[in-house]
């Protein structure tokens, strides 16, 4: 496990004082991953909330173990002291009407709203093949202005409904999926008004050919979530190079935790920082748990993320 020499300048970890709004959660993909169910698919939900809990997380997303029912949602995070960070939405957007999307999407903005979510985590999955092992390079695009247009408007729709619900859309930029580049992001951003906001991916960031700072120096203002997911280069250097699919991507290494990769995340947390960030650190990392022990390596990441905050007043 290699840490860049940023961590290590005061290995005082002990809880973090550092004050509300910013708290720290995680994705359950630590323990078991929703793309690849074989990857700590025997792993009980109730392991990952109590290991996280124990960790010092304060919430968590939801992943496909959670119970659909928003109540019982609420019920399993008390029992173990956290919260609902947010959670993943599967839009077709590029598929379907506005109003189809409003229709389907009204089930989870309610699981949001009546957990105290304030934002919600919009994936587009028409034509996706995140999940499939199929190159990365054949993913969708939009390839026309008219396209773009037509996608940002339907975007900007949805966005507007759920922010009248009291949840913010929250756009992740994914690997395999339509939105997937820097200049992807700038061309979403370019073409949506400020309902949608930007769900800030460092490791999708940087696997999808962007430098993160840069990326996320650019687009602050529209930061609304953010996902810290450290890569190791080197295999990240390989996957490009082997045209690899994502889920090559996730059983080869590409992606570690914050404090175990090579991305910068202190100079990140100074931008977040220096424009008011309000939200949630969420460390997120695509492994095999069977080779990246769950508990190991989210307290690594929760370690390493509190670590760099506690620099800040």
Same mark, same amino acid.
């Given at each position: 496990?290699?840490? !860049?020499?940023? *961590?290590?300048?005061?290995? /005082? ?14 994705? +359950? ?7 690849? +169910?074989? %990857? !700590?698919?025997?792993?009980? *939900? ?20 959670? &119970? ?6 609420? $019920?399993?995070?008390?029992?173990? !002291?956290?919260? %609902? ?10 598929? $379907? ?35 499939? =092992?199929?190159?990365?390079?054949? =993913?969708?695009?939009? #390839? @026309? ?11 900007? =729709? *949805? ?21 997937? @580049? +820097?200049? /992807? ?41 953010? #996902?810290?997911?450290?890569? =190791? ?13 994502? &889920? ?9 935790? +914050?404090? /175990? ?47 760099? *905050?506690?620099?800040? &007043?």
């Amino acid at each position: 496990m290699r840490a !860049g020499p940023w *961590l290590f300048r005061n290995r /005082d970890m002990s809880p973090s004082t550092h004050p509300d709004p910013i708290k720290i959660g995680i994705n +359950p993909i630590s323990w078991s991953n929703d793309d690849l +169910p074989a %990857l !700590g698919g025997e792993t009980r *939900l109730s392991t990952a909330l109590s290991e996280g809990a124990r960790i010092g997380y304060r919430g968590f997303e939801l992943n496909g173990k959670f &119970p659909k029912d928003s109540a019982e949602v609420g $019920r399993v995070l008390a029992e173990h !002291g956290l919260e %609902l960070v947010s959670g993943w939405y599967s839009g077709q957007l590029a598929a $379907r009407s506005a109003e189809e999307e409003i229709a389907a999407i009204e089930s989870h903005v309610r699981m949001m709203t009546k957990n105290g979510a304030t934002v919600l985590v919009y994936g587009e999955v028409a034509g996706s093949i995140q999940g499939q =092992r199929i190159p990365l390079k054949e =993913r969708p695009c939009f #390839h @026309s202005d008219a396209a773009w247009e037509a996608y940002a408007e339907k975007l900007n =729709r *949805l966005a507007r409904y759920t922010a009248a619900q009291g949840v913010k859309l929250g756009y992740h930029h994914h690997m395999g999926a339509y939105v997937e @580049s +820097p200049a /992807d992001i700038d061309r979403l951003m370019a073409l949506t008004t400020s309902d949608v906001g930007l769900l800030f991916d460092s490791g999708h960031c940087y696997m999808g050919g962007g430098d993160p700072l840069t990326v996320l120096k650019k687009h602050v203002g529209r930061v609304c979530h953010v #996902h810290f997911k450290d890569v =190791r280069r080197s295999v990240v250097e390989l996957a490009r190079n082997c045209q690899w699919s994502f &889920p090559d991507c996730i059983v080869n290494g590409t992606f570690t935790v +914050p404090g /175990d990769g090579d991305l910068d995340f202190q100079a990140m947390i100074e931008v977040l920082i220096g424009h008011r960030y309000r939200g949630w650190l969420v460390v997120e990392a695509e492994q095999d748990p069977a080779v990246a022990p769950s508990y190991a390596y989210a307290k690594m990441g929760f370690d390493a993320v509190q670590h760099l *905050l506690r620099a800040f &007043p």
